[in-house]
């Protein structure tokens, strides 16, 4: 009698012990899950943006090797997202593309424009190059770029930002002259001053901008000042 109760209790302790690591297992497996789920959020995110900001600074006047390190980052990341869930087949072509545009941009510099038409598509790409900007920061940190290729990426794109305004500023400053818009025009062409006093852009490359904001102000002073002389003569 004792001896068949010694093993019932120790027949229940041992499905108390198998329930315990049972549920152990599964609690250990949900968080597993829980930490790769938000493992691939991560990815998933920077994923979207490091393809948004490539898209972008393709448009752009910008080195070879910036973008290289970008889409070996996109790559990279892409890999790993396939590698975690590996029923993301949609993912395949695009690092197909990553791999792709990493081996043909290095085989060129950028050749986009350093220049925007309008204020709401300038906003738009200095979004993309702070954007770029917090991408470095963050291969940086992960260990995944060196020192300095982190300080040549963040050099250049903020020369790439400053450019941009400046040029920018100068293209639409032109267009509001040619619409007769002189008001604006001279706004646009303080803004440019302005930002031409920053320090990056080469000194030659602000001396010649500045001597044509020079020239065009004359001009637009001596235009207006004919206006005046004639609606002065038409008035006597």
């Excluded at 790993?80 to 791999?99: F, H, M, T």
């Amino acid at each position: 009698m004792l001896t068949s109760e010694y093993f019932l209790v120790v027949f229940l302790l041992g499905l108390m012990c198998i329930g315990l690591w049972v549920a152990q297992w599964a609690w250990q497996q949900q968080l597993l899950h829980y930490q790769t789920l938000q493992v691939l959020i991560s990815l998933d995110s920077r994923r979207r943006q490091l393809s948004e900001a490539v898209s972008a600074l393709q448009q752009m006047d910008i080195p070879a090797d910036i973008l290289v390190m970008l889409f070996q980052a996109l790559a990279d990341d892409i890999r790993q997202i396939l590698r975690l869930d590996p029923r993301r087949d949609d993912l395949s072509e695009a690092l197909q593309k990553a791999e792709q545009g990493a081996r043909q941009q290095g085989q060129s510099n950028g050749a986009g424009s350093a220049a925007v038409a309008t204020e709401q598509e300038l906003m738009v790409a200095q979004r993309h190059i702070q954007r770029a900007l917090r991408i470095f920061m963050e291969l940086y940190q992960g260990e995944k770029i060196s020192a300095s290729q982190y300080q040549g990426a963040r050099d250049n794109l903020r020369l790439l930002g400053l450019r941009i305004a400046v040029n920018s500023s100068l293209l639409m400053a032109q267009r509001a002259v040619d619409q007769e818009d002189g008001i604006k025009a001279m706004a646009c062409f303080r803004r440019a001053e302005s930002l031409l006093g920053m320090r990056g852009l080469p000194a030659a490359e602000k001396q010649e901008k500045l001597d044509y904001i020079k020239q065009e102000r004359e001009r637009l002073f001596s235009e207006r000042s004919k206006g005046l002389l004639m609606l002065t003569g038409n008035d006597a």
